[in-house]
T-cell receptor
Framework: AQSVTQLGSHVSVSEGALVLLRCNYSSSVPPYLFWYVQYPNQGLQLLLKYTSAATLVKGINGFEAEFKKSETSFHLTKPSAHMSDAAEYFC???????????????FGQGTTLQVKP | DSGVTQTPKHLITATGQRVTLRCSPRSGDLSVYWYQQSLDQGLQFLIH???????AKGNILERFSAQQFPDLHSELNLSSLELGDSALYFC??????????????FGEGSRLTVL
């Protein structure tokens, strides 16, 4: 079964500092991986996705993530945090070609990013 | 704006009652997924419909049911409500369910409060 583990439920950085949100996945087949962001009182918005093309994926708002098969990781980074980045971030995995999958995403528990001035 | 519309945005009801949450997917999307978000359980997959047919069930209680209509909108029915059913319920849609680019597009959710 697929699963996602996000290390750290809360991450706090200073404005301008590097953002690193950690995600490790478990999947028996090559997965698709996603990062979503949820701002307060809003739905989930796709930041970026990995679908077996380039291992370094660039997304919106300056975020990027690198797929590392050997480490089963898909960590999210941003070189310089902005106050507007404060939100909850979710890593998700799917198995689009698996015989038992139907395209649903399995989400991690989420990481709340706090950005201090 | 994701193109996925959910109503109502907020709903307050009492224990034992029944509510219906509605979702209109993005134009052209055939798949609708329902998720429940709560503080203790996180984002839990409930159920998936594709072009009117149920494709997969997740952690959905027997008191809950869903359907997708010919116009592709979907409804999630929650009955015999309990305090623990208070949560944010999301609907998401996608073009298909196998292969493709995989991402789901989420609505803004329906916040259910059971008193």
């Amino acid at each position: 079964a697929q699963s996602v583990t996000q290390l750290g439920s809360h991450v706090s950085v200073s404005e301008g500092a590097l953002v690193l949100l950690r995600c490790n996945y478990s999947s028996s087949v090559p997965p698709y991986l996603f990062w979503y962001v949820q701002y307060p009182n809003q739905g989930l918005q796709l930041l970026l996705k990995y679908t077996s093309a380039a291992t370094l994926v660039k997304g919106i708002n300056g975020f990027e993530a690198e797929f590392k098969k050997s480490e089963t990781s898909f960590h999210l980074t941003k070189p310089s945090a902005h106050m507007s980045d404060a939100a909850e971030y979710f890593c998700a995995v799917s198995d689009p070609f698996g015989s038992s999958n139907t395209g649903k995403l399995i989400f991690g528990q989420g990481t709340t990013l706090q950005v201090k001035p | 704006d994701s193109g996925v519309t959910q109503t109502p945005k907020h709903l307050i009801t009492a224990t034992g009652q029944r509510v219906t949450l509605r979702c209109s997917p993005r134009s052209g999307d055939l798949s609708v997924y329902w998720y429940q978000q709560s503080l203790d359980q996180g984002l839990q997959f409930l159920i998936h419909y594709y072009n009117g047919e149920e494709r997969a069930k997740g952690n959905i209680l027997e008191r809950f049911s869903a359907q997708q209509f010919p116009d592709l909108h979907s409804e999630l029915n929650l009955s015999s409500l309990e305090l623990g059913d208070s949560a944010l319920y999301f609907c998401a849609s996608s073009v298909g369910w196998r292969g493709g680019t995989g991402e789901l597009f989420f609505g803004e959710g329906s916040r259910l409060t059971v008193l």
